[in-house]
């Protein structure tokens, strides 16, 4: 379908645009969507007008008088055109046609103008004619000039328009048909759904309000390269790609048409076959512009065509897109809720390890080896698991899977691959506050005669983050720049460049705490300008660097859940069981020392069952041991 071109001599369809302001919305934001809308189409607004009125007039919208006042305007304007920010009655197009004697249409006709020049694929073209011909069906009776004149303009454009028939008959043929090729669009969507679900296939849909970055984002984080420009409803058509979240989480993203204010009812029922890739999505990335300055305005309308298209438990992940534009701190913090720039690819780390939190799986990957006694368990994994690769060895049948903890704890005796328990077989976090007797670490350099100071520091809450970095500003009162990060392990994540251009400083400072996997520490970068402009690029090494050897300064330690065993035992055994508890990863906690030994002690996940057969084996069963409970336990770790 061809671009829209001027149709008078080659000179753009001059437009003006009307609005009734009746309280029940913001008019003028309205109005200036429209305008935006109408240069998408193609028209150059020349004049607009905006009327108050408690309510819209039935015969003409704008009222008789005003709209007598309006002719004038329009032969001084020279405008071919009136779009009016509502959807237009049969009757009010007619009556206002018959007054102004220049084509009229509405804001549903301006946006399937605009759908009609965006759709590419075949199943897009459908679901815009469908559209359109519920439309003039619903608007035949006001057969003036916007229904007698096909082709050549701003709506009456749209596949198939050169041979509609203005008979109510044919009309309703046509939907019938179109509906019906949608059907098989769903029914092909919908056998791909299923084989998604046999599978055990995760899906997220991107969703938002039109051109917030939902392509931009798909493009960034997939690869799959389609079209992302700074235009209203520049994508129309579903896209669908492979995304790799985390060695345990592949999921597939699509992207979805955009969302905007009184989105006409037409398109929401055209679009359903594409529409349904929210109501069947795991989880739902809301998109949203940080520095549209309706932003809280586009979020209410986005949120409510989610709760109307979404299931109710749908998890929905707030992506604050452009956070490189605007400060730290206009960006909301909360568990779902994470700044990105995907233009720039700024914290995409963060976005992927919060789609794996928000999607809430506790996921393993393993490889086992069944007996062949169990080769019904091949059958259960590829019903509710991702298998990745099944031989049949002459040991038995091993299988590389990705699975939930149900099937991990029926299956954890099989596990061949001890390197990749030790890595997925605990809940884990990662925190500084259990490292030997050090509290933070603070180390410094010189860059291009610049002095830069990195520290970090363990931290529970919120608020001790914030009176680490009052500390670090009355104690560097003198200092350039005081820029800090931090992550509250319940979500609060915030950064800020203290002056530094935006994007420099905290957003680095805040990947480098992401890409180690820390929660609860905050992290202040000091920096005393020697002179010399480092430049953006200069910079963001600059404080990266900083927060880097903070990090490696202070060390960090992972969180295992260890499992607390209490063992009574006689004297002669009691170096016995500190040596068989070490054997088995375990840890001594206490030690009291009566009529004989209690030993209090420590086993990682896993440990616990074999050690105490052991225990058993050892003392012909007179010395049994006994598990307390759970808890979690740091070690060190390696800085990388």
């Not at 069981?577 to 088995?584: D, R, T, Y």
């Not at 020392?593 to 896993?606: K, M, S």
Request: net charge negative; hydrophobic share 40%.
């Amino acid at each position: 379908m061809a671009e829209l071109t001027p149709t008078y001599d080659e000179q753009p369809i001059k437009a003006i645009i009307v609005t009734v302001d009746t309280g029940e919305f913001d008019a003028e934001l309205s109005l200036g969507e429209l305008e935006e809308l109408a240069h998408t189409a193609g028209a150059e607004v020349v004049g607009s007008v905006l009327q108050k009125r408690p309510s819209p007039d039935t015969a003409t919208y704008i009222g008789s008088g005003r709209l007598e006042e309006l002719v004038p305007q329009i032969e001084a304007l020279e405008a071919d055109l009136l779009i009016f920010d509502c959807e237009l009655t049969a009757n009010q197009t007619k009556n206002i046609e018959a007054v102004t004697d220049v084509r009229v249409i509405d804001r549903t006709t301006l946006i399937l103008d605009i759908f009609a020049q965006r759709a590419l694929s075949a199943e897009g073209r459908i679901q815009v004619e469908l559209a359109q011909q519920k439309y003039r069906l619903a608007h035949l009776a006001g057969k003036g000039v916007s229904l007698s004149r096909l082709g050549g303009g701003i709506g009456t454009r749209g596949p198939g328009e050169s041979k509609l028939e203005t008979d109510r008959r044919h009309i309703r043929r046509r939907i019938e048909i179109l509906e019906g090729d949608l059907k098989e669009i769903r029914k092909r969507r919908d056998l791909i759904r299923n084989r998604r679900k046999k599978d055990n296939v995760i899906t997220a849909a991107i969703v938002g309000y039109t051109n917030a970055g939902k392509s931009t984002l798909l493009n960034q984080l997939t690869g799959a390269g389609i079209p992302a420009n700074n235009r209203l409803f520049d994508t129309l058509d579903t896209t669908s790609r492979l995304l790799t979240v985390s060695d345990n989480l592949d999921v597939i993203l699509s992207d979805t048409v955009g969302f905007i204010a009184k989105l006409p009812h037409h398109l929401v029922d055209a679009f359903r076959a594409t529409l349904e890739e929210l109501e069947f999505a795991d989880l739902l990335l809301h998109v949203i512009d940080a520095s549209d300055p309706h932003l809280e305005e586009h979020i209410a309308v986005v949120d409510r065509l989610i709760s109307q298209l979404a299931k109710p438990e749908t998890p929905v992940l707030k992506c604050y897109n452009k956070a490189d534009l605007v400060y730290s701190d206009d960006i909301p913090v909360g568990k779902n809720i994470v700044a990105i720039s995907a233009k720039r690819g700024i914290n995409m780390d963060g976005l992927l390890k919060a789609i794996e939190s928000a999607l809430n799986h506790a996921r393993h990957h393993i490889v086992v080896r069944l007996p062949y006694a169990m080769g019904g368990m091949v059958e259960t994994l590829h019903d509710g698991a991702q298998v990745k690769k099944v031989d049949y060895t002459p040991e038995g049948i091993e299988i590389e899977a990705v699975v939930d903890g149900i099937l991990y704890g029926r299956l954890r005796e099989y596990i061949i691959d001890l390197e990749r328990e030790e890595d997925n077989s605990f809940l884990r976090f990662f925190t500084l506050k259990d490292l030997f007797d050090k509290q933070f670490g603070e180390a410094e350099f010189v860059e291009k005669k610049s002095r830069f100071i990195g520290r970090v520091w363990p931290v529970d809450t919120e608020e001790e983050a914030l009176a680490k970095i009052q500390e670090m500003k009355k104690k560097h009162y003198d200092a350039t720049h005081n820029c800090w990060a931090y992550i509250i392990r319940d979500g609060a994540v915030r950064f800020s460049d203290d002056g530094e251009p935006g994007g420099t400083a905290g957003m680095p400072m805040l990947q480098v705490l992401q890409r180690e996997d820390l929660f609860n520490v905050v992290c202040v970068v000091t920096r005393y300008f020697g002179g010399i402009l480092l430049g953006a690029g200069g910079l963001v090494r600059a404080y990266t660097k900083g927060a880097k050897i903070a990090v490696d300064a202070a060390g960090k330690s992972m969180k295992r859940v260890w499992t607390a065993v209490y063992v009574p035992c006689p004297y002669p055994f009691y170096e016995r069981v500190k040596l068989e508890a070490a054997a088995f990863g375990g840890i001594l906690r206490k030690t009291d020392f009566g009529a004989e030994v209690e030993l209090e002690l420590l086993f990682p996940e896993g440990q616990v069952s074999a050690f105490l057969e052991k225990l058993t084996d050892l003392s012909s069963g007179t010395v049994e041991g006994m598990e307390t409970g759970q808890e979690y336990r740091a070690f060190p770790v390696e800085t990388t």
